[in-house]
């Protein structure tokens, strides 16, 4: 009897589609459409689970990664610059508000994902710093009593800066990487900064190796959203923090009419005239009304296995601040 042909069957598992190869002749099975074979069914159920969207456009999974990849490499130098024009300053203030609600201790390990220009990771270091220097002063003036040679021997001492603290900056674009290394070198931040080539949906980390997980405008953009929630657990410490600052749903039906205004009409010409690229910023804002809602993405961090998981809605709903626990 001859060997059964091999042939491709899709199977679900957890985290998406997978392909599984097994020797199969089907006999015996019927479709569910009249008339239509099963070898039909199985190519479009195939077709159907492969598709995600890419702005309001629909395309091959496999093909959305490049295409985000090719957005942020255009867009990388003008980044910061188009950052400003399009918030009109305001995303400064949403970082600061993700800081004050991160309150990082001495010692705290950092892991910034899509944070390719280091604005978050920068605000880490000057709070830990600030914070470390701060303490110094307090133990030095509760010892009045030493002399100007042992306060000067103390500060020549001091080898750590940041009392321990790390942050490691991960991204998918070497371009944004770039971008992220010369503002460091130009704002003078050399010590407990790393920067790491790496896909949120597969970090190369160990598994409970930070204290906070922070992505900053950055998860709304990943094929896989759950994949990389998944990811983000994986990699933080039992008690580690999740935070995510991101763009969500305008809960002001007047101040949600003027957004969609500015958004389409406004941001995509601020595109062409000051990065030249009209599509790269007409993504971003399709991708922002992609985005779930607060409480659906609040929903998504559950169910990647966070705890205590609240977020907080800023400027009327244009941004919020998820945050969860590894417990």
């Not at 790393?194 to 896909?199: I, Q, T």
């Given at each position: 009897m001859a060997a059964p042909k091999s042939c491709a069957l899709w199977s679900y598992c957890g985290r998406g589609w997978s392909r599984a190869m097994r020797g199969c002749q089907l006999l015996g099975l019927r479709s569910s459409w009249p008339g239509a074979p099963l070898s039909a069914r199985l190519l479009s159920q195939e077709k159907r689970a492969t598709e995600t969207h890419f702005g309001f456009e629909t395309v091959p999974e496999e093909e959305k990664g490049g295409k985000v990849y090719q957005v942020f490499e255009s867009v990388a130098?003008?980044?910061?610059?188009?950052?400003?024009?399009?918030?009109?300053?305001?995303?400064?203030?949403?970082?600061?508000?993700?800081?004050?609600?991160?309150?990082?201790?001495?010692?705290t390990q950092l892991l910034d994902v899509a944070g390719g220009t280091g604005d978050i990771a920068f605000r880490f270091l000057n709070y830990v710093q600030s914070q470390h220097q701060s303490k110094q002063k307090r133990q030095l003036r509760a010892q009045q009593n030493l002399s100007w040679e042992e306060i000067a021997k103390k500060y020549q001492n001091?080898?750590?800066?940041?009392?321990?603290?790390?942050?490691?900056?991960?991204?998918?674009?070497?371009?944004?990487?770039?971008?992220?290394k010369q503002k460091a070198l130009a704002?003078?931040?050399?010590?407990?900064?790393?920067?790491?080539?790496?896909?949120?949906?597969?970090?190369?980390?160990?598994?409970?190796?930070?204290?906070?997980?922070?992505?900053a405008f950055g998860i709304r953009n990943v094929t896989h959203i759950d994949q990389a929630l998944q990811e983000a657990h994986r990699v933080l410490k039992p008690g580690g923090r999740f935070l995510c600052l991101e763009f969500s749903q305008v809960n002001n039906?007047?101040?949600?009419?003027?957004?969609?205004?500015?958004?389409?009409?406004v941001i995509p010409v601020l595109g062409e005239v000051i990065a030249g690229d009209w599509k790269s910023y007409q993504y971003l804002v399709e991708s922002i009304r992609r985005f779930p809602s607060q409480e659906e993405f609040k929903e998504m961090i559950e169910d990647a296995g966070f705890h205590k998981v609240t977020y907080e809605s800023l400027t009327s709903g244009i941004v919020a601040i998820h945050s969860g626990f590894k417990l």
């Open positions: 130098k003008k980044y910061d610059v188009m950052n400003d024009m399009m918030s009109l300053g305001i995303h400064r203030v949403w970082k600061d508000l993700l800081l004050w609600k991160m309150r990082p201790l001495p010692g001091e080898e750590d800066s940041l009392g321990g603290s790390r942050v490691v900056v991960c991204d998918i674009n070497k371009e944004m990487l770039k971008i992220g704002q003078g931040h050399r010590a407990g900064l790393a920067w790491v080539l790496g896909d949120a949906e597969e970090l190369p980390f160990d598994d409970d190796k930070f204290d906070i997980y922070t992505i039906p007047l101040i949600s009419r003027l957004y969609d205004l500015y958004s389409f009409q």
